[in-house]
């Protein structure tokens, strides 16, 4: 009888052993599956959240190009709050800050060429505008008389004379 029982209990281990085996390799796919569709769907959303920012990033450069304010004060609390907007989207996400900052700075660099002395921009504007295109850090709009002098420097010097014994 005891023999009976453990060969009773063996058969039974390795039919418990099979069927956990089997088990593994029946849902270990359907695992994989789900968790590669898993990183798809975030793929996918990265993209559109990327394609969002760079959407928010045009819409606001184009904005701030056109603002209109009433006076210095009111520029200023606009570009405070339009740092700040950015910081924490930077501290938050660097990726979707990356593709706003990218979509301003080509749009910025797009309203360079086109813009003369009719956008009416404050220097206030060209500061900060300095910040997303280069070209803005020496304002083109001023309208300077140009120079009726020219300056030259001329140097007079003596001739040296050097004596040496051989």
């Excluded at 029946?26 to 990265?46: M, R």
Aim: charged share 25%; net charge positive.
């Amino acid at each position: 009888m005891k023999d009976y029982c453990n060969n009773t209990n063996l058969k039974i281990m390795k039919t418990v052993k099979s069927i956990v085996v089997i088990m593994i390799f029946c849902f270990l796919p359907k695992l994989n599956a789900q968790e590669s569709g898993l990183n798809q769907d975030i793929k996918v959303q990265t993209k559109n959240e990327l394609s969002y920012y760079q959407q928010r990033g045009l819409k606001d450069a184009q904005h701030e190009q056109q603002l209109k304010v009433k006076g210095k004060n009111e520029e200023r609390a606009f570009w405070k709050e339009q740092k700040q907007y950015e910081k924490e989207l930077r501290k938050n996400n660097r990726r979707a800050y990356n593709a706003y900052l990218q979509a301003k700075k080509d749009d910025y660099a797009a309203h360079h060429n086109q813009c003369d002395i009719h956008c009416n921009h404050s220097n206030y504007w060209y500061q900060n505008a300095a910040y997303y295109y280069y070209g803005y850090r020496q304002p083109h709009y001023e309208n300077r008389a140009p120079r009726s002098s020219i300056n030259t420097q001329i140097e007079v010097g003596m001739p040296r004379v050097k004596l040496g014994v051989f």
